[in-house]
């Protein structure tokens, strides 16, 4: 008798240990679902807008700036902010590129 209740409590001991960890499991796959899954689709989404920058693109910077681009090289972006005004800026500093029909217009315009 004594060793089926030894027997009884070890396995009852293995499934309280998988219980306690239970909660954190399914914390950490709620965190991944709803924060770090969405943040990864943003940031491969603006890789790929920014990869796509030509000249002639209206774009965002990340200080607000509006502007339209003049030069693109493999890291850096040239910007025009007003006739006559150009600036060199990082090419992953752009926050957004604006598409050509949203109305939307950069400062030169």
Same mark, same amino acid.
């Given at each position: 008798?004594? @060793?089926m209740l030894i027997?009884?409590? /070890?396995?009852s001991?293995g /499934?309280?240990a998988?219980m306690?960890?239970?909660p954190?499991v399914l ?5 991944y679902?709803?924060l770090?899954r969405?943040?990864?689709k =943003?940031? #491969?989404? !603006?890789?790929? #807008? *920014?990869?796509?920058?030509? =000249?002639?693109d209206? *774009?965002v910077?990340g200080g607000?700036?509006?502007g339209? $681009?003049t030069r $693109? @090289?493999?890291? !850096?972006?040239e $910007?025009?902010? /007003?006739?006559?005004?150009q *600036?060199r800026?990082v #090419?992953s500093?752009? /926050?957004?590129?604006?598409? #050509?029909? @949203?109305?939307?217009?950069?400062a030169?315009?």
């Amino acid at each position: 008798m004594t @060793s089926m209740l030894i027997h009884a409590q /070890a396995a009852s001991g293995g /499934a309280g240990a998988i219980m306690q960890f239970l909660p954190l499991v399914l914390i950490f796959i709620v965190f991944y679902w709803f924060l770090i899954r969405p943040q990864q689709k =943003r940031a #491969k989404e !603006h890789a790929a #807008k *920014v990869a796509a920058v030509v =000249r002639g693109d209206d *774009v965002v910077t990340g200080g607000g700036l509006l502007g339209k $681009v003049t030069r $693109v @090289s493999e890291d !850096h972006v040239e $910007v025009e902010l /007003a006739k006559g005004v150009q *600036v060199r800026a990082v #090419k992953s500093t752009i /926050a957004d590129v604006i598409p #050509k029909n @949203s109305g939307k217009t950069p400062a030169n315009d």
